[in-house]
C-alpha cells in the first residue's frame, strides 16, 4: 500500500469503505501521503518563484530561500492548518456524539483535503482565480471530512 494506493482511497472518501481502509494505512504511507500533498500545495508558487529568480539572474542568491525556506514554510503551516481543521473534527464529533480520538481525525483531514489541495493546484498552475474560491474549497472540505466522520458509529451511552 504505497502513496498512490492512500490516493486512490482518499478519492473514494467519504465512502464508508475507503474510510476504514484509510484507517489501516501504514504510518509511513500517511507521512510521505502528507509531504505528497504539502507538495502539491508548494508546486505552482515554488515554479513561479523559480522562474522569477532565474529571469532576474538572482537564483545563485536565492536559492536557499526558495528551496529550503519556503518548501519549509509550507510543511509548517500546512501541518498548523490540518491540527486546527482537526479541531473542527472535535467539534463536530462532540455534535454528533461520534466515537473518535484526535489522531484519528487529524489523519482523517488529511484524507479528506486530497479534493481541495488537488483542485487548488490545477487552477492555481493555470492562473484561474476567482472571488470565494477558497471558500467553496472550505466547503468541500467540509462535506467531505463530515461524511468521513459520520461513517463512524455513535458512541455508546454510559449505563
Given at each position: 500500500?504505497?502513496i ?6 482518499s478519492l473514494a ?7 476504514f ?7 509511513k504511507?500517511?507521512?510521505g501521503?502528507i ?12 515554479i ?10 538572482r537564483?545563485?542568491q ?17 501541518i ?7 479541531s ?9 456524539g ?9 489523519r ?6 486530497t479534493y ?10 493555470f ?12 466547503i ?13 458509529p455513535?458512541?455508546?451511552?454510559k449505563?
Amino acid at each position: 500500500m504505497g502513496i498512490l494506493h492512500v490516493l486512490k482511497l482518499s478519492l473514494a472518501a467519504p465512502s464508508r469503505r475507503a474510510v476504514f481502509q484509510l484507517n489501516r494505512v501504514k504510518t509511513k504511507h500517511f507521512f510521505g501521503y502528507i509531504l505528497f500533498l504539502l507538495l502539491l500545495i508548494f508546486l505552482p508558487n515554488g515554479i513561479q518563484l523559480i522562474a522569477d529568480s532565474v529571469s532576474r539572474g538572482r537564483f545563485a542568491q536565492e536559492y536557499l530561500i526558495i528551496l529550503i525556506l519556503y518548501p519549509s514554510l509550507v510543511i509548517l503551516f500546512g501541518i498548523l492548518a490540518i491540527s486546527f481543521l482537526a479541531s473542527l473534527g472535535l467539534l463536530f464529533r462532540w455534535l454528533t456524539g461520534r466515537k473518535l480520538v484526535y489522531p484519528l481525525l487529524w489523519r482523517m483531514t488529511v484524507y479528506a483535503l486530497t479534493y481541495p489541495v488537488i483542485i487548488f493546484t490545477i487552477l492555481e498552475l493555470f492562473d484561474i482565480t476567482f472571488p470565494y474560491m477558497g471558500l467553496l474549497l472550505l466547503i468541500l472540505f467540509i462535506v467531505i471530512y463530515f461524511g468521513m466522520i459520520l461513517a463512524y458509529p455513535k458512541a455508546r451511552k454510559k449505563s
